[in-house]
Protein backbone atom coordinates (compact mmCIF):
# COMPACT_ATOMS: atom_id res chain seq x y z
CA UNK A 1 0.00 0.00 0.00
CA UNK A 2 2.67 2.36 0.93
CA UNK A 3 5.27 1.42 -2.44
CA UNK A 4 1.24 2.52 -4.04
CA UNK A 5 1.09 5.90 -2.23
CA UNK A 6 4.60 6.68 -2.75
CA UNK A 7 4.45 5.98 -6.71
CA UNK A 8 1.17 8.35 -6.54
CA UNK A 9 3.39 11.32 -4.57
CA UNK A 10 5.90 10.93 -7.16
CA UNK A 11 3.67 11.27 -10.52
CA UNK A 12 1.86 14.36 -8.48
CA UNK A 13 4.91 16.01 -8.19
CA UNK A 14 7.00 15.39 -11.49
CA UNK A 15 2.91 17.04 -12.96
CA UNK A 16 3.44 19.60 -11.06
CA UNK A 17 7.09 20.04 -12.40
CA UNK A 18 5.65 20.09 -15.38
CA UNK A 19 3.05 22.62 -15.18
CA UNK A 20 4.31 26.22 -16.51
CA UNK A 21 4.23 28.96 -13.93
CA UNK A 22 2.72 32.33 -14.79
CA UNK A 23 4.80 35.66 -13.20
CA UNK A 24 4.28 39.37 -13.84
CA UNK A 25 5.71 40.51 -16.95
CA UNK A 26 6.85 44.16 -15.65
CA UNK A 27 10.36 44.62 -15.20
CA UNK A 28 10.66 45.98 -11.26
CA UNK A 29 13.75 47.65 -11.78
CA UNK A 30 12.55 49.60 -15.18
CA UNK A 31 8.97 50.46 -13.77
CA UNK A 32 10.73 52.37 -10.71
CA UNK A 33 13.15 54.22 -13.44
CA UNK A 34 10.45 55.04 -15.79
CA UNK A 35 7.79 56.55 -12.58
CA UNK A 36 11.25 58.52 -11.92
CA UNK A 37 11.86 59.98 -14.99
CA UNK A 38 8.25 60.77 -15.83
CA UNK A 39 7.99 62.41 -12.34
CA UNK A 40 10.06 64.47 -12.71
CA UNK A 41 9.48 65.74 -16.60
CA UNK A 42 5.88 65.73 -15.09
CA UNK A 43 6.71 68.07 -12.83
CA UNK A 44 8.07 70.58 -14.88
CA UNK A 45 5.57 70.47 -17.21
CA UNK A 46 2.87 71.04 -14.71
CA UNK A 47 0.40 68.32 -16.51
CA UNK A 48 -2.50 66.66 -14.56
CA UNK A 49 -0.88 63.41 -15.28
CA UNK A 50 1.19 61.29 -17.19
CA UNK A 51 1.09 57.70 -18.05
CA UNK A 52 3.05 55.45 -19.83
CA UNK A 53 3.56 51.84 -21.02
CA UNK A 54 6.41 50.15 -22.74
CA UNK A 55 5.45 46.71 -24.70
CA UNK A 56 7.86 44.11 -26.05
CA UNK A 57 8.11 43.90 -29.19
CA UNK A 58 8.05 40.32 -29.85
CA UNK A 59 6.17 39.12 -27.38
CA UNK A 60 3.61 41.66 -26.45
CA UNK A 61 4.74 41.43 -22.75
CA UNK A 62 4.42 44.72 -20.74
CA UNK A 63 7.18 45.89 -19.31
CA UNK A 64 6.54 49.16 -17.82
CA UNK A 65 2.77 50.36 -16.73
CA UNK A 66 3.07 53.89 -14.64
CA UNK A 67 -0.02 56.20 -13.79
CA UNK A 68 0.96 59.33 -11.97
CA UNK A 69 -1.58 62.13 -11.02
CA UNK A 70 -1.11 65.65 -9.67
CA UNK A 71 -2.49 65.95 -5.86
CA UNK A 72 -3.50 68.84 -4.22
CA UNK A 73 -0.41 70.31 -3.20
CA UNK A 74 1.52 69.90 -6.49
CA UNK A 75 3.22 66.29 -5.99
CA UNK A 76 2.73 63.74 -7.97
CA UNK A 77 1.12 59.93 -6.83
CA UNK A 78 1.07 56.86 -8.48
CA UNK A 79 -2.96 56.47 -9.83
CA UNK A 80 -2.58 53.17 -11.75
CA UNK A 81 -5.29 50.90 -11.90
CA UNK A 82 -6.13 48.81 -14.67
CA UNK A 83 -9.46 50.76 -16.09
CA UNK A 84 -7.26 53.75 -16.27
CA UNK A 85 -5.26 52.07 -18.63
CA UNK A 86 -8.59 50.65 -20.73
CA UNK A 87 -10.01 54.28 -20.84
CA UNK A 88 -10.77 54.95 -24.39
CA UNK A 89 -10.10 58.59 -25.75
CA UNK A 90 -10.28 60.22 -29.34
CA UNK A 91 -6.63 59.55 -30.04
CA UNK A 92 -6.75 62.45 -32.54
CA UNK A 93 -3.60 63.08 -34.82
CA UNK A 94 -1.70 60.07 -32.89
CA UNK A 95 -3.80 58.04 -35.06
CA UNK A 96 -2.79 59.36 -38.55
CA UNK A 97 -0.22 57.38 -39.43
CA UNK A 98 -3.01 54.28 -39.57
CA UNK A 99 -5.47 56.31 -41.95
CA UNK A 100 -2.58 56.63 -44.56
CA UNK A 101 -1.74 53.24 -44.26
CA UNK A 102 -5.47 52.20 -44.98
CA UNK A 103 -5.55 54.34 -47.66
CA UNK A 104 -2.37 53.23 -49.16
CA UNK A 105 -3.73 49.03 -48.76
CA UNK A 106 -6.75 50.31 -50.30
CA UNK A 107 -6.04 51.96 -53.60
CA UNK A 108 -2.58 52.46 -55.07
CA UNK A 109 -1.68 55.78 -53.54
CA UNK A 110 1.96 56.33 -52.25
CA UNK A 111 3.75 58.45 -49.57
CA UNK A 112 5.37 59.85 -52.86
CA UNK A 113 2.24 61.12 -54.21
CA UNK A 114 0.98 65.15 -53.71
CA UNK A 115 -1.39 66.13 -51.77
CA UNK A 116 -2.98 69.96 -52.11
CA UNK A 117 -3.62 71.29 -48.73
CA UNK A 118 -4.21 74.49 -50.01
CA UNK A 119 -4.18 77.57 -47.70
CA UNK A 120 -4.13 75.15 -44.50
CA UNK A 121 -7.87 75.88 -44.05
CA UNK A 122 -10.64 73.26 -46.16
CA UNK A 123 -14.41 72.78 -45.98
CA UNK A 124 -16.19 69.91 -46.74
CA UNK A 125 -20.23 68.97 -45.98
CA UNK A 126 -20.54 70.92 -42.47
CA UNK A 127 -17.13 70.51 -41.54
CA UNK A 128 -14.42 73.23 -41.56
CA UNK A 129 -10.56 71.67 -41.05
CA UNK A 130 -7.63 73.70 -39.88
CA UNK A 131 -3.58 72.99 -39.92
CA UNK A 132 -1.74 74.42 -37.36
CA UNK A 133 0.07 76.67 -39.45
CA UNK A 134 -3.48 77.83 -41.36
CA UNK A 135 -2.63 81.49 -39.79
CA UNK A 136 0.39 81.77 -42.24
CA UNK A 137 -1.08 80.44 -45.44
CA UNK A 138 -0.84 76.80 -44.77
CA UNK A 139 1.50 73.71 -46.49
CA UNK A 140 0.30 74.33 -50.40
CA UNK A 141 1.24 71.17 -52.18
CA UNK A 142 3.17 68.84 -50.26
CA UNK A 143 3.72 64.54 -50.43
CA UNK A 144 1.45 62.56 -48.66
CA UNK A 145 4.69 61.55 -46.36
CA UNK A 146 4.65 65.57 -45.25
CA UNK A 147 1.44 65.07 -44.72
CA UNK A 148 3.18 62.80 -41.67
CA UNK A 149 5.98 64.74 -40.87
CA UNK A 150 4.44 68.11 -40.89
CA UNK A 151 2.01 67.52 -39.84
CA UNK A 152 -1.26 68.32 -42.18
CA UNK A 153 -4.61 67.14 -41.25
CA UNK A 154 -5.74 68.14 -44.87
CA UNK A 155 -3.22 66.22 -46.01
CA UNK A 156 -4.14 63.02 -43.95
CA UNK A 157 -7.97 63.77 -45.01
CA UNK A 158 -7.58 64.45 -48.33
CA UNK A 159 -5.77 61.01 -48.67
CA UNK A 160 -8.09 59.07 -47.35
CA UNK A 161 -10.44 60.89 -49.31
CA UNK A 162 -8.92 60.15 -51.97
CA UNK A 163 -8.86 56.90 -51.36
CA UNK A 164 -12.38 55.58 -49.97
CA UNK A 165 -15.65 56.93 -51.02
CA UNK A 166 -17.17 56.02 -47.73
CA UNK A 167 -17.27 55.72 -43.81
CA UNK A 168 -18.39 51.88 -44.02
CA UNK A 169 -15.18 51.23 -46.44
CA UNK A 170 -12.90 53.33 -44.08
CA UNK A 171 -14.41 51.45 -41.10
CA UNK A 172 -13.96 47.70 -43.45
CA UNK A 173 -9.94 48.56 -43.79
CA UNK A 174 -9.58 49.90 -39.95
CA UNK A 175 -11.01 46.87 -38.88
CA UNK A 176 -9.29 44.28 -41.51
CA UNK A 177 -5.89 46.41 -40.00
CA UNK A 178 -6.76 45.16 -36.57
CA UNK A 179 -6.95 48.73 -35.66
CA UNK A 180 -10.54 49.59 -35.17
CA UNK A 181 -12.81 46.87 -33.52
CA UNK A 182 -16.46 47.56 -33.26
CA UNK A 183 -16.37 46.15 -29.87
CA UNK A 184 -13.43 48.30 -28.51
CA UNK A 185 -13.95 52.02 -30.20
CA UNK A 186 -16.93 53.76 -29.14
CA UNK A 187 -17.93 55.88 -31.88
CA UNK A 188 -19.44 59.55 -30.23
CA UNK A 189 -22.67 59.74 -29.44
CA UNK A 190 -23.10 63.06 -30.89
CA UNK A 191 -21.94 61.85 -34.42
CA UNK A 192 -24.86 59.46 -36.35
CA UNK A 193 -24.29 60.49 -39.98
CA UNK A 194 -22.23 58.58 -42.27
CA UNK A 195 -21.07 61.45 -43.81
CA UNK A 196 -17.84 63.04 -45.87
CA UNK A 197 -16.94 65.08 -43.04
CA UNK A 198 -17.86 62.28 -40.38
CA UNK A 199 -14.90 60.33 -42.41
CA UNK A 200 -12.65 62.97 -42.72
CA UNK A 201 -13.00 63.75 -38.99
CA UNK A 202 -11.88 60.06 -38.09
CA UNK A 203 -9.08 60.11 -40.15
CA UNK A 204 -8.10 62.48 -38.08
CA UNK A 205 -8.24 60.79 -34.87
CA UNK A 206 -11.90 62.01 -34.03
CA UNK A 207 -15.50 61.00 -33.28
CA UNK A 208 -14.29 57.31 -32.10
CA UNK A 209 -12.11 56.33 -29.13
CA UNK A 210 -9.02 53.72 -28.63
CA UNK A 211 -7.42 52.72 -24.97
CA UNK A 212 -3.65 53.64 -24.23
CA UNK A 213 -3.55 49.76 -24.86
CA UNK A 214 -4.77 49.93 -28.20
CA UNK A 215 -3.03 52.62 -29.82
CA UNK A 216 -0.03 50.79 -27.86
CA UNK A 217 -0.54 47.55 -29.57
CA UNK A 218 -0.78 49.28 -32.99
CA UNK A 219 1.90 50.92 -32.65
CA UNK A 220 3.92 47.92 -31.79
CA UNK A 221 2.45 46.01 -34.73
CA UNK A 222 4.79 48.70 -37.40
CA UNK A 223 7.50 47.92 -34.86
CA UNK A 224 6.79 43.99 -35.39
CA UNK A 225 6.86 43.68 -39.34
CA UNK A 226 2.96 43.83 -39.18
CA UNK A 227 2.64 41.60 -36.63
CA UNK A 228 0.05 42.60 -34.02
CA UNK A 229 0.32 41.14 -30.96
CA UNK A 230 -1.71 41.23 -27.24
CA UNK A 231 -1.02 43.38 -24.50
CA UNK A 232 0.39 40.48 -22.14
CA UNK A 233 0.96 40.93 -18.30
CA UNK A 234 2.00 37.12 -17.24
CA UNK A 235 4.45 34.87 -18.29
CA UNK A 236 4.07 32.41 -20.72
CA UNK A 237 0.98 33.69 -22.82
CA UNK A 238 0.86 34.52 -26.34
CA UNK A 239 -1.28 35.95 -28.48
CA UNK A 240 -1.07 36.94 -31.79
CA UNK A 241 -4.29 39.50 -32.60
CA UNK A 242 -3.57 39.73 -36.53
CA UNK A 243 -0.09 38.16 -38.15
CA UNK A 244 -0.12 40.90 -41.00
CA UNK A 245 -2.23 43.71 -40.47
CA UNK A 246 -0.80 45.04 -44.23
CA UNK A 247 1.77 44.76 -47.02
CA UNK A 248 5.46 44.38 -46.22
CA UNK A 249 4.92 47.94 -49.02
CA UNK A 250 3.11 49.82 -46.24
CA UNK A 251 4.68 48.51 -43.08
CA UNK A 252 8.06 49.65 -44.34
CA UNK A 253 6.99 53.18 -45.70
CA UNK A 254 5.52 53.71 -42.52
CA UNK A 255 8.73 52.99 -40.52
CA UNK A 256 10.76 54.64 -42.82
CA UNK A 257 8.62 57.39 -42.00
CA UNK A 258 8.52 57.63 -38.31
CA UNK A 259 12.14 57.25 -38.22
CA UNK A 260 12.83 60.63 -39.83
CA UNK A 261 9.57 62.00 -38.06
CA UNK A 262 11.70 61.30 -34.77
CA UNK A 263 14.59 62.45 -36.67
CA UNK A 264 12.61 65.77 -36.65
CA UNK A 265 10.96 65.83 -33.56
CA UNK A 266 14.35 65.53 -31.35
CA UNK A 267 16.64 67.79 -33.49
CA UNK A 268 13.57 70.45 -33.04
CA UNK A 269 14.14 69.96 -29.10
CA UNK A 270 17.77 69.75 -29.09
CA UNK A 271 18.05 66.24 -28.65
CA UNK A 272 19.97 63.83 -30.19
CA UNK A 273 18.78 60.15 -31.54
CA UNK A 274 21.18 58.24 -29.40
CA UNK A 275 19.09 54.84 -29.22
CA UNK A 276 17.37 55.12 -33.05
CA UNK A 277 14.20 56.03 -31.88
CA UNK A 278 11.16 55.87 -34.34
CA UNK A 279 7.76 57.13 -33.61
CA UNK A 280 5.39 60.10 -33.70
CA UNK A 281 3.30 62.53 -31.42
CA UNK A 282 0.08 63.92 -31.38
CA UNK A 283 -2.46 65.97 -29.45
CA UNK A 284 -6.31 65.40 -28.64
CA UNK A 285 -8.75 67.81 -27.51
CA UNK A 286 -11.09 67.30 -24.53
CA UNK A 287 -13.65 69.26 -23.59
CA UNK A 288 -15.18 70.30 -20.22
CA UNK A 289 -16.96 73.38 -20.04
CA UNK A 290 -15.50 76.32 -19.99
CA UNK A 291 -12.01 74.53 -19.90
CA UNK A 292 -10.46 72.86 -22.69
CA UNK A 293 -7.62 69.74 -21.93
CA UNK A 294 -5.03 68.23 -24.42
CA UNK A 295 -3.97 64.75 -24.59
CA UNK A 296 -0.04 65.08 -25.69
CA UNK A 297 0.71 61.63 -27.36
CA UNK A 298 3.98 60.33 -28.25
CA UNK A 299 4.37 56.81 -29.68
CA UNK A 300 7.58 55.08 -30.52
CA UNK A 301 9.55 52.14 -30.31
CA UNK A 302 13.35 51.46 -30.46
CA UNK A 303 15.96 50.56 -31.87
CA UNK A 304 14.07 51.46 -34.84
CA UNK A 305 17.10 49.10 -37.38
CA UNK A 306 15.90 45.63 -34.98
CA UNK A 307 12.90 46.84 -32.63
CA UNK A 308 12.88 45.55 -29.23
CA UNK A 309 10.16 47.77 -27.20
CA UNK A 310 7.79 49.99 -27.88
CA UNK A 311 6.71 53.24 -25.54
CA UNK A 312 3.50 55.20 -25.10
CA UNK A 313 3.95 58.33 -23.09
CA UNK A 314 0.50 60.45 -22.42
CA UNK A 315 0.47 64.06 -20.41
CA UNK A 316 -2.65 64.99 -19.99
CA UNK A 317 -2.90 69.00 -19.11
CA UNK A 318 -5.54 71.85 -19.13
CA UNK A 319 -4.77 74.10 -22.54
CA UNK A 320 -1.22 76.49 -21.97
CA UNK A 321 0.00 77.23 -25.17
CA UNK A 322 2.75 79.07 -23.44
CA UNK A 323 4.28 75.66 -21.78
CA UNK A 324 4.01 73.91 -25.09
CA UNK A 325 7.25 73.68 -26.14
CA UNK A 326 8.41 72.76 -22.67
CA UNK A 327 5.70 70.06 -23.10
CA UNK A 328 7.63 68.45 -26.12
CA UNK A 329 10.93 68.65 -24.72
CA UNK A 330 9.40 66.97 -21.60
CA UNK A 331 7.45 64.29 -23.34
CA UNK A 332 10.54 63.28 -25.70
CA UNK A 333 13.01 63.54 -22.60
CA UNK A 334 10.98 60.51 -20.92
CA UNK A 335 10.90 58.49 -24.09
CA UNK A 336 15.21 59.28 -25.00
CA UNK A 337 15.86 58.18 -21.17
CA UNK A 338 13.60 54.76 -20.98
CA UNK A 339 15.07 54.03 -24.23
CA UNK A 340 18.31 54.61 -22.82
CA UNK A 341 17.70 52.35 -19.49
CA UNK A 342 16.56 49.25 -21.78
CA UNK A 343 19.42 49.21 -23.86
CA UNK A 344 21.67 49.67 -20.78
CA UNK A 345 19.65 46.54 -19.16
Not at 22 to 40: F, H
Not at 102 to 123: H, K, P, R
Not at 319 to 342: C, D, F, H, M, P
Request: with cysteine.
Amino acid sequence: MKKYISIIIIIAFLASCGKAKNYSTIDKDLQQKAEKVLRAEAASSHVDSAIMLVMEVKTGEIKVMVKITKTESATYSSTYTEASMNLPREPGSIFQPFSVMAAMENSQISLEDSVETENGIYAVDSGIFKDNNSNKGGYGKITVRQSLLFPSNIGVLKTVLNSFDNLNKFEAQLDKMSVLHSNDIVTSDSVKAHTISQMGMMSIGYNFKMTPLQLLSSYNAIANNGRMMKAIFKTGQDSIINPHICSDKTIQAIQQTLCEKADMMLKDNNQVNTYKIAGIRGTSQYNLPPKIFDFKYCCSYFPSNKPEYTCLVIFYLERNYVEELNIRNSILTVVNQIAGSLKSN
